[in-house]
């Protein structure tokens, strides 16, 4: 089953405004880590934002948000005033706990956004 | 400045020619980890490492090897490349605390088996 699921395949959003990125997750460990990642054409990844699962507000990293809402297992990524320069792959991301050792990161496949002038 | 990097970043090689990309980070970080990204299928684990010494198969192990001789450096090894490894693979890095911190990424490597 995919621990990671990111629904839109690609968005466009226009420049200035607000977009929201979908992420759902599903893990039955109690302690994990969420992050976002944005990847632009030239390919390298870029960490945006981390949320704990015990953290009880949600994360905020400049224009960017996570809206964390645990009930449903969800960690949806804010963007406010979009910029051209937004336009690239974005990747959800969780990391369960340590206890077991590994602790990989698990992404969802990416949202493609696409900001218009 | 804190980084990871990887060498080459670019390779174009043909079947079963041995290659080897480079990693190396100045982080001091206990755990190293190799992702390979395709189209469609996001990021996937193929190896990982705790520590000098300690590595483990990850997701997609096959095909590939790993050392860490030293904690700075795990390189990854393809003996014997087959196109269906053509990818981007990435290497990070990350301390092992009680925090679930970021890993931190090298650039990428875009691999190309004919």
């Known amino acids: 089953a995919q621990k990671i699921t990111q629904t839109q395949p690609g968005m466009f959003v226009q420049e200035k405004e607000a977009v929201t990125l979908d992420c759902t997750y599903d893990?039955?460990?109690?302690?994990?880590?969420l992050f976002w990642y944005k990847q632009p054409s030239s390919g390298e990844m870029i960490f945006l934002i981390y949320q704990g699962s015990y953290d009880q507000q949600n994360a905020t990293e400049g224009r960017y948000s996570l809206n964390f809402q645990k009930a449903r297992k969800s960690a949806n990524l804010v963007i406010s005033a979009s910029q051209l320069g937004d336009s690239a792959m974005y990747f959800c991301a969780m990391r369960e706990a340590l206890y077991s050792g590994n602790t990989p990161l698990v992404f969802g496949k990416g949202t493609r956004l696409s900001v218009i002038a | 400045e804190a980084q990871v990097t990887q060498n080459p970043r670019y390779l174009i090689t043909v079947t079963g020619k041995k290659l080897t990309v480079t990693c190396s980070q100045n982080?001091?970080?206990?755990?190293m980890s190799w992702y390979r990204q395709d189209p469609g299928l996001g990021l996937r684990q193929i190896y990982y490492s705790m520590n000098v010494e300690v590595t483990d198969k990850g997701d997609v192990p096959e095909g590939y090897k790993v050392s860490r001789k030293e904690k700075r450096n795990f390189p990854l090894i393809l003996e014997s490349p087959s196109p269906n490894q053509t990818s981007l693979y990435f290497c990070a890095s990350s301390p092992l605390s009680r925090d679930l911190d970021t890993q931190y990424f090298g650039p990428g490597t875009r691999l190309t088996v004919l």
């Open positions: 982080m001091n970080h206990e755990y």
């Open positions: 893990t039955s460990d109690p302690s994990y880590g």
